[in-house]
T-cell receptor, first 117, second 114 residues
């Protein structure tokens, strides 16, 4: 089974702190994603990566950066955490880039709930 | 603008009753369509997907969904709900072509009465 592991289930940080959220997948997937989940808003894409050292902005990249130095690991970085970044963060991975290959399934981690005080 | 709408924030059904969760999308062309489920404290799991062909698709856990092009809808159904189906359900779309970016609806929380 595919396993996507997020290093921290719960974090509490202070405003202005630098925050690292780590995600590791064990199925050699090309694509990795970071989503933010807020009540009533569903999931919104922050960043995604389709290869090592490659990244693209999603719909809400402001205030975030990412790093993908190894294929299996995708990190989300909050350079200076703010209270409006209190949220649930979900990491996901998928096999290949094109839905035309009839795959398209995202595999999700269990989420990291971040509280910024 | 491209969008996905799940008009029901909460739905409550009795165990054993049938279920239908609504999803409407707004796209220039028929996108790829998905339903995901999120159980409490868990990540999301794919229930089913529609790419092409038969408009009635079967998924896991006894769920099915029907794509209706004329209504731009992809509603999720289950004939008999179990207490373990209580969860949040997300409809998602991705545009055809090379994009693999999913756009999620806001979710519908299902509560099951014993």
């Amino acid at each position: 089974d595919v396993k996507v592991t997020q290093s921290s289930r719960y974090l509490v940080k202070r405003t202005g702190e630098k925050v690292f959220l780590e995600c590791v997948q064990d199925m050699d997937h090309e694509n990795m994603f970071w989503y933010r989940q807020d009540p009533g808003l569903g999931l919104r894409l922050i960043y995604f990566s389709y290869d090592v050292k490659m990244k693209e902005k999603g719909d809400i990249p402001e205030g975030y950066s990412v790093s993908r130095e190894k294929k299996e690991r995708f990190s989300l970085i909050l350079e200076s955490a703010s209270t409006n970044q209190t949220s649930m963060y979900l990491c996901a991975s998928s096999l290949d880039r094109s839905y035309d290959a009839n795959t398209g399934e995202l595999f999700f981690g269990e989420g990291s709930r971040l509280t910024v005080l | 603008a491209q969008s996905v709408t799940q008009p029901d924030i909460h739905i409550t059904v009795s165990e054993g009753a049938s279920l239908e969760l609504r999803c409407n999308y707004s796209y220039g062309a028929t996108p790829y369509l998905f339903w995901y489920v999120q159980s409490p404290g868990q990540g999301l799991q794919l229930l089913l997907k529609y790419f092409s062909g038969d408009t009635l698709v079967q998924g896991i856990k006894g769920f099915e969904a029907e794509f209706k092009r004329s209504q731009s809808s992809f509603n999720l159904r289950k004939p008999s709900v179990h207490w373990s189906d209580a969860a949040e359900y997300f409809c998602a779309v991705a545009p055809r072509g090379s994009s693999y970016k999913l756009i999620f609806g806001s979710g519908t929380r299902l509560l099951v009465r014993p």
